[in-house]
Nanobody
């Protein structure tokens, strides 16, 4: 059974922190780039961060750069998203996904497996 399971979301005050986890099972994961995306109510899903299979290459959306950190533990088949200095505009459902290939890792259409999402709500 192929699964990506996100956890760690919740309600936090502005300026607070959360750590999201994405655990994979039933599919090759450790040799793939993995991304985090988010979808706010009424908005399109947007790229947040991605990490190469080895962890040596990472990139972030401008809106989260300097506040969020993506990392991975391939021995645990898990990718993390540490979110600091959270803002109300970070409120969204956060999804992890496995990059399936294509011209860019910034587009959701190039990701082939997705988790069910975890809600992050930041109060002002």
């Amino acid at each position: 059974q192929v699964q990506l399971v996100e956890s760690g979301g919740g309600l936090v005050q502005a300026g607070g922190s959360l750590r999201l986890s994405c655990a994979a099972s039933g599919l090759p994961f450790s040799s793939y780039t993995v991304g985090w995306f988010r979808e706010a109510l009424g908005k399109e899903r947007e790229f947040v961060a991605r990490i190469s299979w080895s962890g040596s290459s990472r990139s972030y959306a401008e809106s989260v750069k300097g506040r969020f950190t993506i990392s991975r533990d391939n021995a645990k088949n898990t990718v993390y998203l540490q979110m600091n200095s959270l803002k109300p505009e970070d409120t969204a459902v956060y999804y992890c996904a496995r990059f399936g290939g294509g011209a860019t890792a910034y587009s959701a259409i190039n990701y082939d497996y997705w988790g069910q999402g975890t809600q992050v709500t930041v109060s002002s």
